[in-house]
């Protein structure tokens, strides 16, 4: 929880740090220093920004958004930028109280602006259509989490949707743009030329899971991140837990999961890269599905695995997705 007192040691941090900016990589002169606040758009924002950039991300490979704790060297980072990328849809539930602890004079560019949100009314016409959510699944209140975070009943996850990821592009396009317009050119260029690449990688996803037997086509993961996915690519998905890996899976939640499970046939439990594998552990001793793999669902790997960029991380997922289901 963001705390009096770790709202004061921020301010104090970053009164008396030094100059350091960016996490990994320090702030190339001449460059824009800006941030983004999880590991995912803080890819898109290098995609576009290129060399005329100098990106810090926040939350970084393998880390969880939802329950993350800001730190002084964030507000000192926040407060260098020039820009700061953020998601928007409540992902972040600490980015305004970091940005105004920070004393930040930088724009801010919400990266989801123009996207229409899914939200608890889309998952349950999804379980009457079997779209993105299993029919009869059960239904979460993602409106809270255990700890008070209002998401508003939104599913921030819109990058799960490639279409969406290209409006994330544009927005970041913009961005850079009104606060460096010698770069647009660049900014331009490297946004027509990433955009053709999701193009792209849009078409492999389509097909990729098209060749997945239609009732084949269902699978159980940690927390529910994949909704976008789910609705823009054909799959059906449940979860324990809600939209924020805050939001716990009651004993009841869990024993209506296993019931579906079995009742349904559904071949595969997947877990996820920022979650806790036990529960889809115990999920799959007690109803005998199979272990899918991992799945990328709010953060890139480190640079060492399989989806250290977002276009990876869409290949590596749906890689795990046609060996577990295809079959």
């Known amino acids: 929880m963001f705390t009096r007192r770790l709202l ?5 941090g970053a009164a008396l740090a030094g100059p350091a900016f960016a996490q990994g990589a320090p702030e190339a002169a001449g460059k824009l220093p800006v941030v983004a606040s999880f590991s995912i758009l803080g890819d898109f924002v290098k995609q576009v920004g290129g060399d005329r ?15 993350y704790q800001p730190t002084p060297a964030d507000a000192k980072r926040v407060a260098a930028a020039k820009v700061v990328f953020v998601n928007g849809l409540g992902f972040e539930g ?16 919400v990266a989801t602006k123009g996207v229409t949100p899914r939200t ?26 255990k700890h008070g975070h209002d998401h508003g009943g939104i599913d921030p996850h819109a990058w799960q949707s490639i279409a969406n990821a290209k409006v994330y592009v544009a927005n970041i396009r913009d961005g850079l743009i009104a606060a460096d317009p010698d770069g647009r050119t660049t900014y331009d260029a490297n946004a027509a030329a990433y955009l053709a690449r999701l193009d792209a990688l849009e078409t492999q996803v389509k097909a990729a899971i ?11 993961t940690s927390h529910d991140a994949f ?7 054909g799959l059906i998905l449940i979860s324990p837990e809600g939209v924020s890996t805050e939001s716990e899976a009651s004993a009841k939640d869990v024993a209506r999961i296993i019931r579906q499970i079995k009742a349904q046939k559904i071949p595969a439990v997947f877990m996820e890269n920022i979650s806790d594998p036990r529960l889809m552990q115990r999920i799959a001793k ?18 060492k695995g399989p989806a250290s960029t977002y276009i990876d991380m869409m290949n590596s997922n749906v890689r795990a997705l046609s060996a577990a289901l295809a079959s």
Do not use: C
Not at 53 to 67: L, M, Q, R, Y
């Open 286 to 303: 007690e109803t005998g599905a199979k272990i899918g793999g991992d799945l990328y669902s709010d953060a890139l790997s480190d640079d």
């Open 210 to 220: 098209a060749a997945i037997p239609e009732a084949q086509r269902r699978i159980i």
């Open 94 to 109: 600490w980015m305004d109280r970091l940005i105004k602890a920070s004393g930040t004079k930088a724009t801010i560019v």
């Open 53 to 67: 950039v100098s990106v810090a991300t926040i939350v970084g490979p393998n880390g969880d958004a939802h329950v």
């Open 227 to 233: 909704g976008y996915f789910g609705e823009a690519y």
């Open 8 to 12: 004061l040691g921020i301010l104090a």
């Open 120 to 145: 608890d009314a889309d998952d349950d016409d999804d379980k009457d259509h079997g779209k993105g959510a299993a029919k009869g699944a059960d239904k979460h209140d993602h409106g809270k989490d």
